[in-house]
């Protein structure tokens, strides 16, 4: 079962999504993004640090349904590759 995220990500909650999701990543390495709406830059540095919370132990982040808007952001900042988002 994967982690899904909130409609909305942004600098005002980031650090509270990112604790609730580095617990789920425990049992799953997936998240969902099929809800997410309004975000800013901060949902790429939660998913780059849970990306590194699971190369710890080994595994990869699998990002799931990403919009076309995060694609874009993630590839302004250079990290559609890390994030696995094409």
Not at 15 to 24: M, N, R, S, T, V
Not at 46 to 57: I, P
């Amino acid at each position: 079962m994967s982690f899904a995220l909130p409609n909305c990500v942004t600098q005002a909650n980031a650090l509270g999504i990112e604790k609730q999701g580095a617990l789920a990543l425990v049992k799953s390495s997936q998240v969902d993004c099929s809800a997410l709406h309004d975000f800013d830059s901060s949902v790429l540095a939660v998913l780059l640090v849970w990306r590194r919370q699971l190369q710890e132990r080994n595994q990869a982040l699998v990002v799931l349904n990403s919009p076309e808007k995060l694609r874009v952001l993630a590839s302004v900042y250079g990290v559609t590759d890390l994030l696995g988002l094409q």
